[in-house]
């Protein structure tokens, strides 16, 4: 099964700012929603914003907005979040994946290829 590949995880101080990168394939691409969710050790994964890759139509978690900011560069099947004003409680996980229907929200069930997530933690 084709996966996603998440980068630009690390260790930050609460107010930094982190740039993740998703690297997906053109199967990813078309017609789809790309999302990115985290989850916090134990705890249930979340989702955080999500893309069109036809429409560039957005969605973001109340929890995110005015903070993070999702993109896309379709030509290199790549979907970007900035994360901005950093917090402690934004400390999990995060994974990208795409839903095939291209529906715009984040739940968890409608979404497939996984990758392996990448490493936020903000701490002081």
């Known amino acids: 099964q084709v996966q996603f590949v998440e980068s630009g995880g690390g260790l930050v101080q609460p107010g930094d700012s982190l740039r993740l990168t998703c690297v997906g394939s053109?199967?990813?691409?078309?017609?789809?929603?790309v999302g990115w969710f985290r989850q916090a050790p134990g705890k249930e994964r979340e989702g955080v914003s999500c893309?069109?890759?036809?429409?560039?139509?957005?969605y973001y978690a109340d929890s995110v907005k005015g903070r993070f900011t999702i993109s896309r560069d379709n030509a290199k099947n790549t979907v970007y979040l900035q994360m901005n004003n950093l917090k402690p409680e934004d400390t999990a996980v995060y994974y990208c994946?795409?839903?095939?229907?291209?529906?715009?929200?984040?739940?968890?069930?409608?979404?497939?290829?996984w990758g392996q997530g990448t490493q936020v933690t903000v701490s002081s």
């Open positions: 053109r199967f990813h691409f078309d017609y789809s929603t």
């Open positions: 893309i069109s890759t036809s429409d560039g139509s957005t």
């Open positions: 994946a795409a839903d095939p229907m291209g529906r715009i929200g984040v739940t968890v069930a409608f979404y497939d290829h």
